[in-house]
C-alpha cells in the first residue's frame, strides 16, 4: 500500500517562500515520476511540477521559473520549493506518484493548503 504525507503548507505573504515535502512510504525508485498538482475553490486539479525517477523536472508556466521540485531519495521525500509566492498560488497542493507496472497507477496524498496573502 502506498501512502503519501505531505507537510509544510501554511499562510504567507506574497513575495515569500513555503517548501512543502511528501514522504513517501517505502523506496520512491518503484515510482515512474512524482509530482505536486494543485487545486483551487472552483478549479481542477491542475499540474505544478513533475519529476521522472531519472530527476528530470516539469512545470506548469504558471510556476517556472519560482518553483522548484527536487528528490532526496534517501529520505524517500520529494519537494517543491516555492519562491515569490503570488495570491493566485493560492491552492490544496497535493503529491502524486506514477507506478506503471503493466498498468498505471496513480497514487495521491491528502493535500496541504497553502494561502497567499496579498
Known amino acids: 500500500q502506498v501512502q503519501l504525507v505531505e507537510s509544510g503548507g501554511g499562510l504567507v505573504q506574497a513575495g515569500g517562500s513555503l517548501r512543502l515535502s511528501c514522504a513517501a512510504s517505502g523506496s520512491i525508485f518503484r515510482f515512474n515520476a512524482m509530482g505536486w498538482y494543485r487545486q483551487a475553490p472552483g478549479h481542477q486539479r491542475e499540474l505544478v511540477a513533475t519529476?521522472?525517477?531519472?530527476?528530470?523536472?516539469n512545470y506548469s508556466d504558471s510556476v517556472k521559473g519560482r518553483f522548484t521540485i527536487s528528490r532526496d531519495n534517501a529520505k524517500n521525500t520529494v519537494y517543491l520549493q516555492m519562491n515569490s509566492l503570488k495570491p493566485e498560488d493560492t491552492a490544496v497542493y497535493y503529491c502524486n506518484a506514477v507506478l506503471a507496472v503493466a498498468v498505471i497507477r496513480n497514487y495521491w496524498g491528502q493535500g496541504t493548503q497553502v494561502t497567499v496573502s496579498s
Open positions: 519529476i521522472t525517477s531519472g530527476g528530470s523536472p
